[in-house]
């Protein structure tokens, strides 16, 4: 990382952690009130600069994404995580994609290129989603009949409420942003968590097996299989002839074999092998 990246890198935590260190100053009594409205107008001026700078590196960031060919989404997406620190921009980036899961709802879409193959997953899920986001329902009647004061009440139902859109969403994601195979690459994706796309001339063979994992949506073992598993299990295996790799939230991923899961396993094998021999006849 260049000493600018580094700059920029530690801007992005003075805002916070200054008017953090005011607040907890003022309440403990080092700084009276007079001497923390002098300190308040220091930090406007502190936070102008800061956001002069931060602007100016993501604006420059957002022009060379769309020079190099990026579209808008993308060079926004970078000009972001100049001015966010990660854990701001990690939320953000997944509250994005859950309205982004809402609009595709609203539209009747499916996230995948025109043309495309395309396979489910996480259908098994369905029941554990819907419950959840009937649950955060509930807890509104519930709270309704247990708290007397009407203030506590409207936050429960709006919180309530939004955890089962956020709930629902989520799972729409899923739904939503299915498995994708083209003529040349087979898209495998957990929403918009992961994404691992597969080269049709990296894959040796296709067959279908259950096989059971941890509760995480995605990882890596030692001996080089990608598991990408919604529901905690996977039941197609691809044999890969070299290495693919993706950029995931908690880093890479990487190896020779890739397990997924799919709704209709058969059906995924049976479509990717017939792609494989027309790509093999052509």
Request: hydrophobic content about 50%; aromatic content about 8%; charged content about 20%.
């Amino acid at each position: 990382m260049t000493s600018g990246k580094r700059v920029r890198a530690a801007l992005r935590f003075v805002t916070p952690a200054v008017v953090l260190a005011n607040a907890l100053l003022v309440v403990t009594g080092v700084f009276d009130i007079g001497r923390a409205v002098l300190v308040a107008l220091g930090m406007e001026v502190l936070l102008a600069v800061v956001t002069v700078v931060l602007l100016v590196a993501a604006g420059t960031t957002y022009r060379r994404r769309r020079e190099l060919g990026d579209g808008r989404g993308q060079a926004l997406g970078a000009a972001a995580q100049e001015v966010l620190p990660p854990p701001l921009w990690s939320l953000a980036k997944h509250e994005l994609a859950i309205l982004s899961a809402l609009g595709l709802v609203l539209r009747r879409r499916i996230d995948a290129p025109e043309g495309a193959a395309t396979f489910g997953y996480g259908k098994s899920q369905a029941p554990l989603f819907y419950g959840l986001a009937s649950i955060s329902l509930l807890e509104i009647v519930l709270f309704e009949w247990l708290i007397p004061w009407p203030w506590l009440k409207l936050t429960i139902a709006v919180l309530s409420v939004y955890g089962a859109v956020w709930v629902f969403a989520f799972y729409q994601l899923m739904r939503r942003k299915p498995h994708y195979l083209t003529e040349r690459t087979l898209a495998v994706r957990c929403g918009a968590i992961v994404r691992l796309d597969v080269p049709l001339d990296a894959i040796d063979s296709v067959r279908s097996q259950m096989e059971n994992w941890g509760n995480r949506f995605y990882e890596a073992t030692d001996d080089q299989v990608v598991a990408i598993k919604p529901a905690g299990y996977t039941n197609v295996r691809l044999r890969l002839n070299r290495p693919v790799e993706t950029r995931t939230g908690r880093g890479s991923l990487s190896g020779t074999s890739v397990c997924l899961a799919a709704d209709d396993p058969d059906l995924l094998v049976s479509s990717l092998r017939e792609q494989l021999v027309d790509q093999a006849a052509g």
